[in-house]
């Protein structure tokens, strides 16, 4: 069974109400998700897209820029407003789809509320945050008892990452999501595992998107400085091999190098099939074929297809 972890879409009823409040600060290049594009909007073209391709499940959620742009007290409208329609999504199509929640980490405080709902009245397995909340850093104290929550419901967090702070050498060329997307994964990556928050929230179950960033190609240099420099070790009893080979990495990224380099320093239990569909940046068609043409066993290609998302989103814990 072929699943997809990684599958944005924008429920219309969100999207009705995104068109509504036009004072939502969206930067222009997310006006393409205002034009209702079909492969965005309507589930069953996302399942002709699937079926072509041999996927039988997707784990949908909120397409960037999420609820980000707007702040707490619009975010946690909208963050319910998005996870009931995603919840109605994944109710007409049984077993087609499942569903990472959105929560409004602008209010630290309604956050922990939403995942509650989510995970415990809604049935979802976690959710889908941003990997900096409008540039503060999900370290930081404020958002201690987020993580918490999401440690005593054992959820799995997809960490998607967002614009990356205000750095001007990105604004040109679509710089902000070709690089900075990887770099703010990056970051977040290794700031949660030398602040200790790997080591603290176990039973929290870390995806990172895009292959890691970085995180596959750098993790030997985090582990040098870690041995090295004593300002990295004040947090995390560990290097970040440690922790960083622990959590989930969606294959979002179809250069075979890559692909291996993340299978030699992570292993195929770790690696989950992700499209990034439908932006144009990623696709269906790519991420299967990327995988199978690496010539695996057929346990290990199988788990990566799939076995692993079965696993991590729907409850067997058994080989985590």
Same mark, same amino acid.
């Given at each position: 069974?072929?699943?997809?972890?990684?599958?944005?879409?924008?429920?219309?009823?969100?999207?009705?109400?995104?068109?509504?409040?036009?004072?939502?600060?969206?930067?222009? #290049?997310?006006?393409?998700?205002?034009?209702?594009?079909?492969?965005?909007?309507?589930?069953?073209?996302?399942?002709?897209?699937?079926? #072509?391709?041999?996927?039988?499940?997707?784990?949908?959620?909120?397409?960037?820029?999420?609820?980000?742009?707007?702040?707490?007290?619009?975010?946690? #409208?909208?963050?319910?407003?998005?996870?009931?329609?995603?919840?109605?999504?994944?109710?007409?199509?049984?077993?087609?789809?499942?569903?990472?929640?959105? $929560?409004?980490?602008?209010?630290?405080?309604?956050?922990?509320?939403?995942?509650?709902?989510?995970?415990?009245? $809604?049935?979802?397995?976690?959710?889908?945050?941003?990997?900096?909340?409008?540039?503060?850093? $999900?370290?930081?104290?404020?958002?201690?008892?987020?993580?918490?929550?999401?440690?005593?419901?054992?959820?799995?967090?997809?960490?998607?990452?967002?614009?990356?702070?205000?750095?001007?050498?990105?604004?040109?060329?679509?710089?902000?999501?070709?690089?900075?997307?990887?770099?703010?994964?990056?970051?977040?990556?290794?700031?949660?595992? $030398?602040?200790?928050?790997?080591?603290?929230?176990?039973?929290?179950?870390?995806?990172?998107?895009?292959?890691?960033?970085?995180?596959?190609?750098?993790?030997?240099?985090?582990?040098?400085?870690?041995?090295?420099?004593?300002?990295?070790?004040?947090?995390?009893?560990?290097?970040?091999?440690?922790?960083?080979?622990?959590?989930?990495?969606?294959?979002?990224?179809?250069?075979?190098?890559?692909?291996?380099?993340?299978?030699?320093?992570?292993?195929?239990?770790?690696?989950?099939?992700?499209?990034?569909?439908?932006?144009?940046?990623?696709?269906?068609?790519?991420?299967?074929?990327?995988?199978?043409?690496?010539?695996?066993?057929?346990?290990?290609?199988?788990?990566?297809?799939?076995?692993?998302? #079965?696993?991590?989103?729907?409850?067997?814990?058994?080989?985590?």
């Amino acid at each position: 069974m072929l699943i997809d972890v990684h599958s944005h879409f924008c429920p219309l009823p969100y999207l009705d109400e995104v068109e509504h409040r036009r004072n939502c600060p969206y930067p222009p #290049r997310i006006e393409r998700l205002l034009a209702r594009d079909p492969a965005m909007t309507d589930p069953e073209v996302r399942l002709g897209a699937m079926d #072509r391709h041999g996927i039988q499940q997707a784990v949908l959620s909120l397409a960037a820029p999420n609820v980000w742009p707007w702040g707490p007290e619009e975010a946690a #409208r909208m963050c319910r407003l998005a996870n009931d329609s995603l919840v109605s999504v994944r109710e007409r199509y049984p077993g087609r789809f499942s569903a990472l929640g959105t $929560l409004p980490l602008e209010d630290p405080r309604e956050a922990p509320k939403e995942l509650r709902r989510v995970m415990l009245s $809604l049935g979802m397995p976690g959710a889908m945050i941003g990997a900096n909340i409008r540039g503060r850093l $999900l370290d930081e104290p404020v958002f201690t008892e987020f993580w918490e929550t999401a440690n005593e419901l054992g959820a799995a967090i997809f960490l998607h990452p967002a614009d990356f702070f205000s750095i001007p050498s990105l604004g040109d060329f679509g710089l902000m999501s070709l690089l900075g997307y990887i770099f703010d994964t990056t970051l977040a990556a290794a700031r949660l595992s $030398l602040a200790g928050h790997l080591e603290r929230y176990l039973r929290v179950k870390l995806v990172l998107p895009h292959l890691g960033g970085t995180i596959p190609f750098v993790l030997d240099r985090l582990d040098r400085g870690y041995a090295s420099r004593e300002e990295t070790r004040r947090a995390a009893p560990h290097p970040p091999s440690h922790y960083l080979k622990r959590i989930y990495y969606d294959t979002v990224s179809f250069h075979p190098p890559a692909l291996r380099a993340a299978l030699d320093t992570v292993g195929p239990a770790r690696l989950l099939l992700g499209s990034d569909a439908p932006h144009a940046i990623g696709g269906m068609g790519e991420t299967v074929r990327a995988i199978r043409d690496l010539g695996l066993p057929p346990e290990e290609e199988a788990a990566i297809l799939g076995g692993n998302a #079965r696993k991590l989103f729907q409850g067997d814990t058994a080989a985590q």
